[in-house]
């Protein structure tokens, strides 16, 4: 399990990352404040898909502190993850959906993280934790699938990887288990290097469906190495799903969000949700589209991608719910609840006369039709 020493030598100072990109001497302060407040950490290998000549390099932006993080404007729990939370890592905002936060750590520290919040604080991994939560889920019977996420999920030790799916595999009600994780993306080594790790989820993979929910965001990310990992999972029957961030200077170019939706399913990675950017204190500013050119950057993505491409929905994870942006008509934006914290709300319809560069909703925005 080599990748844990790669993992060790992750580029986490200032120091290191000129080794990666060019760093005038008169910024090496900024990049030192920003990484006070907002940790630097990435894999080598990450950052080796960086063209140290372009500065608008989409990996770059993705993984390098920039100057725009100074921004505080936005909120830091955009969802309100904090009023979903029932116990220590464990949240239930959806009726039939239980979220673990099982780990605050990451092979990488993603500059668009909508829990930068959490980044870099302490971590706790317990094993109380775990059947607290397991107790949890039993009791409440309308939950048929957990979500294991993180931090990265992918990045704690195997044998409490094992240890949540033993016991979540002993649930009846349980249908399925997901795992949210990036290292696919920024770290392939951690799950192709590790016959242990692949053979605890083999064996629990023959107990119940296991998913892997991960984040290609630009074609760039798309290399040998990250599907070398990706072949490893569908070779223990795991299902490989993606939700790609819409992110300003990443993604925001119709050719290029079609590109990757068509390339995801040309390698087997099922497309799953495209999501808006989170009004996050230190990325909104950096990263958000206004709604009205998110919805363009996606509708004109659409014509280029084929049928099996544009299952994929256009949602916010907003604090009411997970809503789905439709479109323009008759000058309002469209939209309806996919998932509701209220179920009573699932599937309903509302529209919104967006102010100008708007690229979020208020719940007072939030009006029904009568």
Request: with cysteine.
């Amino acid at each position: 399990m080599a990748w844990r020493d790669t993992w060790k030598n992750n580029v986490n100072t200032v120091e290191k990352l000129k080794d990666y990109i060019d760093i005038a001497p008169e910024d090496k302060q900024d990049y030192e404040k920003i990484i006070k407040n907002y940790p630097l950490s990435s894999t080598t290998y990450y950052l080796d898909l960086i063209d140290p000549e372009d500065p608008k390099d989409p990996i770059r932006l993705m993984s390098i502190p920039s100057i725009e993080e100074f921004d505080l404007s936005g909120d830091f729990d955009t969802s309100g993850e904090g009023q979903n939370t029932k116990m220590q890592g464990l949240q239930h905002k959806y009726h039939t959906t239980a979220l673990l936060l099982s780990t605050n750590k990451c092979a990488m520290y993603c500059r668009h993280c909508f829990r930068k919040r959490l980044v870099g604080t302490a971590n706790n991994e317990t094993l109380s934790f775990i059947n607290d939560a397991v107790d949890y889920i039993k009791a409440h019977k309308e939950i048929n699938n957990v979500l294991i996420t993180g931090g990265d999920s992918f990045m704690i030790e195997n044998d409490l990887i094992e240890t949540y799916l033993e016991e979540l595999s002993k649930v009846p009600h349980i249908e399925f288990i997901r795992f949210g994780t990036r290292t696919p993306v920024v770290f392939p080594e951690r799950i192709y290097d590790d016959k242990e790790f692949l053979g605890i989820l083999r064996k629990y993979s023959e107990k119940k469906r296991i998913y892997v929910v991960t984040q290609f965001n630009h074609p760039k990310e798309l290399t040998d190495e990250a599907m070398k990992s990706i072949k490893a999972l569908h070779d223990i029957n795991i299902i490989v799903n993606n939700q790609t961030v819409l992110l300003h200077g990443v993604n925001d170019k119709p050719e290029v969000m079609a590109d990757l939706q068509n390339a995801l399913v040309q390698k087997g990675i099922v497309p799953y949700y495209i999501f808006q950017c989170r009004p996050v204190k230190g990325v909104k500013n950096q990263f958000q589209l206004p709604l009205e050119t998110a919805v363009h950057v996606v509708e004109e993505a659409k014509k280029l991608m084929h049928g099996h491409s544009k299952r994929i929905k256009f949602c916010m994870s907003h604090i009411t719910g997970k809503i789905e942006i439709l479109g323009v008509y008759k000058g309002e934006m469209m939209f309806k609840y996919h998932q509701a914290k209220n179920i009573e709300n699932a599937g309903k319809i509302f529209s919104v006369n967006l102010d100008q560069d708007q690229a979020w909703l208020s719940e007072a925005d939030i009006v029904f039709s009568e």
